[in-house]
């Protein structure tokens, strides 16, 4: 196993730390381990260190609670980026097993999401499927412009009682 940076986030458990904190969520280390109950509290709180660490984490308010400090967090979105230069360097097995990490932690979400008491797959909103594009290298660029600017306005949506939280995962690669 290589020592970049992409190691610190596609770690199974620090991957599903940072999708609880995406989207502008302030949470507690408390708070984070009733959502991850199937994570035993030490090896959490390890894996949360090393991401406050790498300040993928941060600090944004300090509570007195029983005495001891309640610490929130929220998460430092740029730093969770994996550079192009980093992706440049890594190797296929690297590549491999970043995004064996990537596939299970959906399957995971999927699991999850099919747990609840009342899942209805059109009311939620969920969808998956694989189309096939025939692209030359400036339509796939203007593509992948054009999802970001139609992405843009609701990444920077704030929580509220009438929002819902929504995982969007995408893959793009090339076919046959």
Do not use: W
Request: net charge neutral; glycine share 2%; with cysteine.
């Amino acid at each position: 196993m290589n020592n970049h940076p992409a190691d610190l986030i596609l770690h199974p458990i620090r991957l599903r730390i940072l999708q609880a904190l995406m989207g502008d969520r302030v949470l507690s280390a408390r708070q984070l381990c009733e959502l991850l109950p199937d994570v035993p509290q030490a090896t959490l709180y390890r894996h949360f260190q090393k991401l406050v660490q790498a300040k993928i984490l941060i600090v944004i308010e300090e509570r007195p609670i029983r005495g001891t400090v309640e610490k929130f967090y929220r998460l430092q979105e740029k730093n969770a980026e994996i550079s192009p230069d980093t992706l440049a360097t890594l190797s296929r097995e690297d590549h491999q097993r970043y995004f064996t990490t990537f596939v299970a932690t959906l399957l995971t979400d999927f699991e999850r999401y099919l747990q609840r008491d009342d899942i209805d797959l059109v009311r939620d909103g969920v969808g998956y499927r694989q189309v096939a594009l025939y692209l030359s290298e400036a339509e796939l660029d203007q593509l992948a412009q054009s999802l970001n600017e139609a992405l843009q306005p609701f990444l920077k949506q704030k929580p509220s009682k009438d929002r819902q939280r929504v995982l969007l995962s995408s893959i793009l690669m090339p076919g046959d």
